[in-house]
Nanobody, 116 residues
Framework: QVSLVESGGGLVQAGGSLRLSCVASGRALSTYIMGWFRQAPGKERELVGNISPGASNINYDDSVRGRFTISRDDFKNTVYLQMNRLKPEDTAVYYC?????????WGQGTQVTVSS
């Protein structure tokens, strides 16, 4: 089994930055697609972006492209989400996930709140 633990969330003013981390245990991440998702109150969970093994392919939702950057450090078994120029509409619980026959492994989430 794999365990994913996110950290780095918090309260930030609009225009600020945060970096989220997702540390995995129980399985090496290097061969898996990893994703970042978010869920705002009253809304469905949405894909923020994903990163392929070796970071050869990184995709972003239009709402975050140019502001957010996903990266991975397979030596640390960690995936990152660097969030810049944050907006109040980025407020959500952010989750990392591992793709294995679907997005079947999830972290517990970390709250990001952006004040205006």
């Amino acid at each position: 089994q794999v365990s994913l633990v996110e950290s780095g969330g918090g309260l930030v003013q609009a225009g600020g930055s945060l970096r989220l981390s997702c540390v995995a245990s129980g399985r090496a991440l290097s061969t898996y697609i990893m994703g970042w998702f978010r869920q705002a109150p009253g809304k469905e969970r949405e894909l923020v972006g994903n990163i392929s093994p070796g970071a050869s392919n990184i995709n972003y939702d239009d709402s975050v492209r140019g502001r957010f950057t996903i990266s991975r450090d397979d030596f640390k078994n960690t995936v990152y989400l660097q969030m810049n120029r944050l907006k109040p509409e980025d407020t959500a619980v952010y989750y990392c996930a591992l793709y294995l026959h679907g997005w079947n492994y999830w972290g517990q989430g970390t709250q990001v709140t952006v004040s205006s």
